[in-house]
């Protein structure tokens, strides 16, 4: 038995269907199905989903940088060989779209391989950082949410066992009493991270978790067990094997995680209530209340789950509350956290006080609090899903995650997706500049810094989680670039990376309005952000490996949810 121990000691389809086991289809259905709904064999070598096309003025514009990408994302052949343990990247001579590897793939793969963290002979998961040259504090551990690009890294390279070692090994730690002081967290909360503990005179090993009880700030990781079930479905995709998720171990561990979120209580939204500094960023930024980072991963979870739940006794009423609350939180954030110029021009025109069903303004959102500088960032065409909607309280802040996993769920519809990408490209100074991608923009500054982050000293004006560049988001942007039909976006990213990520030893993070500087606390050869950038090259080279991240909304499902009656925008 393993050693365990803690440091403490708007109209959506019918979700129900999505739940269902593929049926056999005819060639002519076979070829209109979703990435989601193709298992990852048939996406393998040879063929991937067609992607949609750019608007007519932009056509011409792109045809030459994109002929390689049409060519390969086009129907796909039905003869094409099933190749689960297929390679990419590093093992790959050329790749797929007829260019040479770029000479940082090696040196990425180098840097990955030697971040692994072994538990008595067998990988686990990829240490934070391996840099000796700053103090370790934590960034010696393994954490669930960073090894997700690492996990995607193998399971794109052909080698799951890392992976499925990864998701056992946290399922263990899940089951382990958590404390905070006098207080017992929930019995389905999974750590934050955990790390080997080598005692050469007993000659043993054993694994410490952090629940949050270590962490800044003492939070749990809200978004830690979202993760998990988001990467037990990727494993599944990519392998074709479904016998992990299938475990009664695995299956007890995702019902524990959708207890938690799924429980009754006082709330009024299908929204999950969360504290600072429960997720990606983990200090105290004001993301308080109901985080589009959250909520996106919330939804993805909820799918995720959807799929991998068996249909037994228990998963059957897991996936009957699954199916009500995804109906729930898809409208509701449809119609309160997106915000394009239309939306933007009627709460800038909103009346206040009212008291009735028939409101406009349900959250009673002081025109006045409106920021001056969200009016000139939106473009005439573009949109995006705002960082917090709560009573009074609108955060109109640029989240990069929560928009790009938006996307990738479908929790934003096929216009809203294309409208992100569109902001993308028109604030591209502002989003991108000279590193993708800013964790959030605006920065805070000056009074409103010293209020909302208590004087962070880490967390200052375009530094780390306050409108810092991460390289890591890469990975999600270019997911997001190909899903939506846009890889030109992502191979642009992907080399503006490719200019300083090596020569500055992959850091955790940039500094500036730009991305131009090395953050001031950032840590060197940071195990996400050469993930991340593996990741981005490996799906742009292979569009195919999309699959395992991505979901799509079947449009034949018939609507179950109308606006009532009252609401106008």
């Not at 193709?38 to 030459?64: H, K, Q, W, Y």
């Not at 959708?258 to 429980?263: E, F, I, N, R, T």
Request: proline share 5%; net charge neutral; charged share 25%.
């Amino acid at each position: 038995m393993d050693t365990l121990c803690t440091v403490a000691e708007c109209n959506e389809c019918d979700f129900s269907k999505l739940s269902e086991k593929p049926r056999s289809l005819n060639m002519d259905r076979e070829r209109q199905r979703s990435f989601d709904e193709r298992s990852f064999s048939e996406l393998s070598i040879g063929f991937s989903p067609r992607v949609m096309t750019r608007s007519a003025d932009n056509a011409n514009a792109n045809a030459n940088a994109n002929a390689n990408f049409s060519r390969l994302v086009i129907d796909h052949n039905p003869d094409a060989p099933f190749s689960p343990g297929r390679r990419s990247g590093f093992n790959t001579p050329r790749s797929l779209i007829g260019y040479e590897p770029h000479p940082m793939v090696g040196e990425a793969w180098d840097a990955l391989r030697r971040s692994l963290v072994y538990f008595r002979g067998k990988p686990v998961g990829t240490i934070a950082a391996l840099d000796s040259s700053e103090e370790e504090l934590n960034y010696d551990q393994v954490f669930v949410r960073d090894f997700v690009p690492s996990a995607l890294a193998f399971l794109m390279n052909g080698e799951p066992e890392i992976v499925k070692n990864f998701i056992l090994k946290t399922l263990r730690l899940q089951s382990w009493e958590k404390k905070i002081d006098r207080f017992q967290l929930g019995e389905g909360v999974m750590p934050a991270s955990f790390k080997v503990l080598h005692d050469p005179i007993r000659n043993t090993e054993t694994l410490i978790a952090d629940f949050g009880e270590s962490a800044i700030g003492r939070v749990a990781p809200v978004d830690s067990g979202f993760w998990w079930i988001i990467l037990l479905r990727a494993y599944t995709k990519s392998t074709g094997d479904s016998s992990l998720a299938e475990l009664p171990e695995c299956q007890k561990g995702m019902r524990l995680i959708l207890s938690l979120c799924l429980s009754e209580g006082f709330d009024t939204f299908p929204t999950l209530l969360c504290a600072d500094g429960c997720c990606m960023i983990d200090r105290r930024m004001g993301v308080y209340g109901y985080p589009i980072e959250i909520q996106a991963l919330f939804f993805m979870a909820l799918r995720c789950a959807l799929v991998l739940l068996k249909q037994d006794d228990e998963g059957k009423e897991f996936v009957e509350r699954i199916v009500k609350r995804l109906h729930a939180l898809n409208y509701h954030m449809r119609s309160y956290f997106w915000l394009d110029l239309k939306q933007l021009n009627d709460i800038y025109r909103y009346k206040t006080e009212e008291y009735s069903h028939t409101a406009v303004n349900k959250f009673n959102v002081i025109p006045d609090s409106l920021p001056e500088w969200v009016f000139d960032f939106m473009p005439i065409r573009g949109g995006y899903f705002i960082g917090n909607v709560s009573p009074a309280k609108m955060d109109f802040r640029w989240f990069a995650l929560g928009n790009c996993i938006a996307i990738l769920s479908s929790l934003a519809t096929e216009e809203q997706s294309n409208a992100i990408m569109d902001l993308i490209e028109s604030r591209w100074e502002e989003l991108v500049g000279e590193m993708p991608i800013k964790v959030c923009y605006p920065a805070i500054e000056s009074h409103d810094w010293r209020i909302i982050t208590g004087c962070d000293p880490k967390n200052t004006r375009w530094s780390y989680h306050n409108g810092g560049s991460w390289p890591v988001l890469l990975w999600l942007l270019t997911a997001a670039c190909i899903k939506t039909g846009r890889p030109q976006i992502a191979r642009r990213a992907i080399e503006l990376a490719e200019n300083r990520l090596l020569k500055d030893s992959w850091p955790e993070y940039y500094d500036g309005k730009l991305g131009r500087y090395i953050g001031k606390q950032a840590r060197k050869f940071q195990t996400w952000s050469i993930a991340g950038y593996l990741v981005a090259k490996m799906m742009l080279e292979d569009p195919s490996h999309l699959g395992m991240i991505s979901l799509e909304e079947d449009k034949q499902l018939k609507p179950l949810l109308r606006r009532s009656h009252s609401w106008t925008f």
